[in-house]
């Protein structure tokens, strides 16, 4: 079901906002520095980090690993001060040509790291006294946002990610350049429920970051491909780098193609709709003018006093993992606090971190997920590997003792829901079939093997403090919050900033339900089969069917429906699977598939129910043989659990927001 996880994970935005009349400070001039080497958080020997050092380190983690991971290209920016390191590209931006990654030129796609220039525009837009960060934020719209639980969204909400609304992918992205839209037509297009309270959940949201761009948008009078271009691109001397789709065609000889991975042919340029989101190309060298600036108290964009407030706040967490800043998260690595951001399009997979109190700055980009989705672990280890490297920690914590910490791992296994996903429509579905799960490893250990690709190495977790595990091999935590013995909610390093996880309700823990399901799908299908199969014997051998009149009706209408469960479930995995391979799909092209089998799903699954119970009544009422009562029975519980699924995960209704 891996594949199913990888497609809920959403990408990342972008909107702009006027500097006129900000008076920002002068953007430094980006120039190659040799520097000397960085504070470590602890009495630790670093490494001279300078251009030769880290040219080295590099060439011997990168060639290799993306080499392995089947990942055709890369670039790297490295930037300290106000000046670069190193900026360095590896392998081909388009196999086909042998053409090589330049860094200053060939754009790639960063994904959410987008969003880093939407927050920017917010924060030069309350520097303008524009937007408020605390006023309900329908004040700047043209269409009402409902409240939820008498409360409205705030922009610090939606910097926070903590708006409260459920994942949407009904308008993500697309290989259809027809389906781009305006902000003005696609906020109120698009807008989900919301499932928690703003302020108390942290749930990534796509939507709520476009949104963002859409209030830049209207408070600052231009629209935002525009305001990206006159109030961030131009003032750090951006020059290759748009949010505009399709891409310019002075930018199309520069942009790099994006692969499933290196033995297969380019994709079709991305259109990412929510286009804050995630839909900046860029070049490294861009990328570093981008990072300089916010190092330098946003140097050309903000004013040091609100580049300070958008990097030093920190959002309520879960204990001491890291948490949300204004629009950065934070990301801690031997004693230091990153301030970062990570993205993902289906092709192209990048993360952005800055070190505030090392003055350093790390942007990687990939042209493909790779082998298994490597270029997560790869990103991840780079990260890791470069602070061990040039801003080493001091010693780890002592693990709490052995008995307590038996007790607590035993207290976490079970299964979860992650607050970052569909719950009001039939995309829950996927919630189910992917659902995280603790366990135990053999010597008493946690274990979350749905996480272990974040990671490059195995995990080895150890509790350091009550409910707080540390990974010995790169120093990540996990935490939990327990209230009354239990456990309430938990979250890990990589992505407590913008998600948490929570016990599975009883009703849907698919520790019960999923084999329940299959077990229900089995003898439904054993039911159809068997149908056909016992006709041709009784043909063949030229014996009579023992049930006539309401009864052979009654069998015959369950059997029916039971094909029509087949047909349902043929329906959702052929649509799951386009899902997989092409996001875009679900957005238009399959609407008459998803229309059909929301139609369908619900009509074999109460149809079964009933059409069994009836034959069941009247296999008793018959005095049949017990075999024939006991398929009966098992026929009624299979159409009891596929009722009870299709109820619980939506597989229902005509609405298009999904």
């Known amino acids: ?70 990942i055709p290209g890369a670039v790297v920016v490295v930037v300290r001060g106000d000046g670069v390191l190193l900026e360095k590209g590896y392998g081909f931006s388009d196999v086909a040509k042998r053409k090589p990654v330049l860094p200053g030129t060939t754009l790639f796609r960063p994904g959410s790291v987008s969003k880093l220039f939407t927050w920017t525009a917010v924060m030069q837009q309350v520097e303008a006294g524009k937007i408020d960060l605390d006023k309900d934020v329908n004040a700047y719209l043209d269409f009402k946002i409902p409240p939820y639980q008498g409360k409205p969204i705030t922009m610090r909400n939606i910097m926070t990610h903590t708006a409260g609304f459920e994942e949407s992918v009904r308008y993500l992205i697309s290989n259809d350049p027809k389906a781009v839209m305006t902000l ?23 939507y709520a970051t476009a949104l963002a761009g859409y209030i830049v948008e209207r408070v600052s009078g231009e629209d935002f491909d525009s305001y990206i271009d006159n109030h961030i691109f131009k003032p750090l001397g951006m020059t290759h780098s748009t949010f505009r789709q399709p891409l310019p065609a002075k930018f199309v000889p520069h942009m790099s193609g994006g692969y499933p991975d290196i033995t297969q042919k380019a994709r079709p340029f991305e259109m990412v709709i929510p286009a804050p989101a995630g839909s900046l190309s860029a070049s490294g060298d861009d990328m570093g003018k981008f990072m300089i600036a ?47 951001h990570g993205g993902d399009t289906v092709w192209f997979h990048s993360y952005l971190w800055l070190f505030p109190d090392a003055d350093v700055g790390v942007f990687i980009s990939m042209n493909s997920a790779g082998k298994e989705g490597a270029a997560g672990a790869i990103r991840s280890a780079l990260f890791h590997k470069f602070a061990d490297r040039y801003l080493p920690g001091g010693e780890a914590p ?28 039939f995309l829950s579905l996927l919630g189910l079939l992917g659902q995280p799960t603790i366990g135990l490893t053999e010597d008493g250990k946690i274990s979350v093997p749905g996480l272990d690709g974040l990671g490059a190495g195995a995990r080895d977790w150890v509790e350091v403090a009550p409910f707080v595990w540390r990974d010995t ?54 039911a159809a089969l068997a149908w056909p199969t016992r006709a041709l014997v009784r043909r063949s051998f030229k014996a009579e069917f023992a049930l006539e009149g309401k009864a052979r009706r009654a069998y015959r209408l369950s059997r029916i429906f039971a094909w029509l469960v087949l047909a349902a479930v043929a329906g959702w995995i052929g649509l799951i699977a386009a899902f997989s391979a092409d996001i875009g ?27 069994a119970g009836w034959h069941l009544v009247l296999c008793f009422q018959g005095k049949r043989k017990w075999t024939m009562k006991f398929g009966a029975v098992l026929l009624v519980l299979a159409g009891l659990v596929l009722v009870w699924v299709t109820l619980a995960f939506h597989l229902y209704g005509f609405g298009m927001v999904y």
């Open 1 to 70: 079901m891996r594949f199913i996880r990888k497609a809920m994970i959403g990408l990342a935005a972008l909107a702009a906002v006027p500097l006129a009349a900000q008076g920002p400070v002068a953007a430094p001039t980006a120039k190659k520095v040799e520097a000397a080497p960085l504070p470590a958080a602890k009495p630790v020997q670093a490494a001279n980090l300078n251009a030769t050092d880290l040219e080295a380190f590099l060439d011997g983690f990168l060639p290799y690993a993306l080499e392995r991971a089947r």
């Open 184 to 206: 003005k037509k696609q906020m109120p297009l698009a807008l989900p429920e919301r499932v928690f309270a703003p302020g108390t959940t942290p749930a990534y949201s796509n």
């Open 294 to 340: 916010h190092l330098n108290d946003g140097a050309g964009l903000l004013k040091p006093e609100t580049a300070r407030q958008m990097h030093d706040f920190k959002a309520p967490g879960v204990g001491p993992l890291n948490s949300m800043a204004l629009g950065f998260y934070e990301q801690q690595v031997n004693g230091h606090r990153a301030i970062a």
């Open 398 to 425: 002592a693990p709490i003792d052995a008995k307590t910490a038996k007790q607590h791992a035993q207290m976490m296994v079970g299964n979860y829901v992650t607050s970052r996903g569909s719950f009001t429509n």
């Open 473 to 526: 091999g790169t120093g990540e935590r996990l935490a939990a919050e327990v209230k009354d013995g239990k456990v309430v909610r938990w979250s890990l390093d990589a992505g407590s900033p913008f998600m948490v996880f929570e016990p599975a309700p009883v009703g849907t823990n698919a520790a019960w339900l999923l084999p329940a399901l299959i077990a229900a799908l089995a003898i439904a299908a054993l």
């Open 585 to 611: 799909s679900i957005g238009g092209p399959l609407d008459w598939l998803i229309h059909l089998l929301r139609i369908l799903t619900p009509i074999a699954a109460f149809g079964l129910l009933i059409t």
